[in-house]
């Protein structure tokens, strides 16, 4: 499957933003999906997944009740809302699939990566 994210930007503290993440191929819908960051100089961290179904989602703490993730199968997309967002935020964010097993916040767990896009916000 081949990832291909969007909707990066720069805005300010408190704004948001929200992230697409479109996938190619017919089996979309049977991968759990997840979105990570990196910032510079700082190792790629989880930020939010959803299983296969929708029907299940994960969030790392920092973004807990400020992002929001969720798929559209039928249109083989996911999408991270991002509301209140902070400085911190700033990072290059990434869509990636998982093919087996349960939702994970282990990067090395997810098997294919989109290309990221960069989301940056100003104080």
């Known amino acids: 499957v081949q990832l291909q994210a969007s909707g990066g930007g720069l805005v300010q503290a408190g704004g948001s933003l929200r992230l697409s993440c479109v996938a190619s191929g017919r089996t979309f819908s049977t991968y759990n999906m997840g979105w990570l960051r990196q910032a510079p100089g700082k190792e790629r961290e989880f930020v939010a997944a959803?299983?296969?179904?929708?029907?299940?989602?994960y969030y790392a703490d920092s973004v807990k009740g400020r992002f929001t993730i969720s798929r559209d199968n039928a249109k083989n997309t996911v999408y991270l809302q991002m509301n209140i967002l902070k400085p911190e935020d700033t990072a290059v964010y990434y869509c990636?699939?998982?093919?087996?097993?349960?939702?994970?916040?282990?990067?090395?767990?997810?098997?294919?990566w989109g290309q990221g896009t960069q989301v940056t916000v100003s104080s």
């Open positions: 990636a699939a998982q093919s087996y097993g349960t939702i994970s916040s282990q990067d090395f767990q997810y098997d294919y």
């Open positions: 959803i299983r296969w179904s929708g029907g299940r989602t």
